[in-house]
């Protein structure tokens, strides 16, 4: 594997953020489940989507950063997501990011106002970028149409790698296409590139991608880190095929609350079934079947901490 353009590579989780019964942030729980996701070899990219970051407040991601900074997680495995509609939250939490010393932010574009320009998206990453004004800043563009209706063109790279080069160092292409993260790597070979599902890492990592950024990270991390790491062994295809067929198993329900409901039920602790609206919980019907069909695919998550962690 080529050397990164920044400093991270590999498997990182969009880490689920638990919460209590009265919808508060359980920094705890999330630090528990950070430490276990490290030890199975796995970065964290807290606040993306499957973290519910965009139904939390400003103030609240960054003290949830500080807490999982605080308890010793390592910052160069960290990625936390700091993209925002409005530019003034984007460079505050992007500021805060690096300032604790986390490795590199992954940047939304601003994702209410449908059908900018790129001229409109260039001004808005030139902004924040100038605004925190640090040289330690690796921004990483996360590219995720079907979810912000607001899409990071090859255009807009070019034009961002030009203008701020060993800033914009790499994107999340969670599009579901294929061909248009081909084009990203074929187009831009010095640019780290991770794919939003494990279900593309091991074509990712053949074309010269850095790895992925997956919400089934949450739960598979260890087998998904194998591949990583293993992708050239001869078993790589069907290692590849049996993450694809658990990431099938879990996405056939509604995903947060269907990866929620997964740590729950093997960490023995009901309390992670909780998402904030306007989200909903998994039915019980519906945590039965998730269940019945991860012991078909023979799903389990070793080391999962039995007891929460106190907040």
Not at 18 to 45: E, I, M, N, S, T
Not at 200 to 207: G, H, K, S
């Amino acid at each position: 594997m080529r050397q990164p353009a920044g400093m991270m590579s590999g498997v990182l989780a969009p880490v689920v953020t638990p919460f209590r019964a009265d919808l508060a942030p359980d920094a705890g729980r999330l630090v528990a489940h950070c430490r276990w996701l490290v030890g199975q070899g796995c970065g964290l990219a807290l606040f993306g989507t499957n973290s519910e970051a965009n139904s939390q407040s400003v103030d609240e991601r960054m003290g949830l950063l500080e807490a999982v900074v605080e308890a010793g997680l390592p910052t160069a495995m960290m990625m936390p997501g700091t993209g925002c509609a409005a530019l003034p939250d984007t460079v505050r939490l992007t500021a805060h990011a690096v300032g604790l010393g986390c490795a590199g932010v992954l940047m939304l574009p601003p994702f209410y106002y449908k059908g900018v320009s790129d001229d409109g998206l260039f001004a808005y990453f030139s902004e924040v970028i100038q605004r925190v004004g640090d040289r330690r800043l690796k921004v990483y563009l996360y590219h995720i149409p079907p979810v912000a209706q607001v899409g990071i063109s090859l255009s807009l790279i070019e034009r961002l790698l030009q203008a701020y080069p060993g800033t914009v160092v790499g994107i999340k292409d969670s599009s579901g296409d294929w061909s248009n993260t081909q084009a990203m790597l074929e187009q831009f070979p010095q640019f780290d590139v991770f794919v939003g599902s494990e279900a593309f890492l091991l074509a990712n990592m053949r074309a010269g991608g850095v790895g992925c950024i997956s919400a089934t990270a949450n739960v598979n991390p260890a087998a998904i880190v194998r591949l990583f790491q293993n992708w050239q062994a001869a078993d790589a295809d069907q290692a590849q095929a049996a993450l694809t067929e658990t990431r099938q198993v879990i996405q056939s329900m509604p995903m947060i609350p269907a990866l929620k409901a997964t740590i729950a039920q093997f960490a023995h602790d009901d309390a992670w079934l909780t998402v904030r609206p306007p989200l909903v919980a998994l039915s019980p019907a519906q945590r039965q079947s998730l269940k019945e069909q991860l012991a078909q695919v023979g799903f389990a998550m070793p080391g999962l901490m039995a007891e929460p962690a106190q907040a």
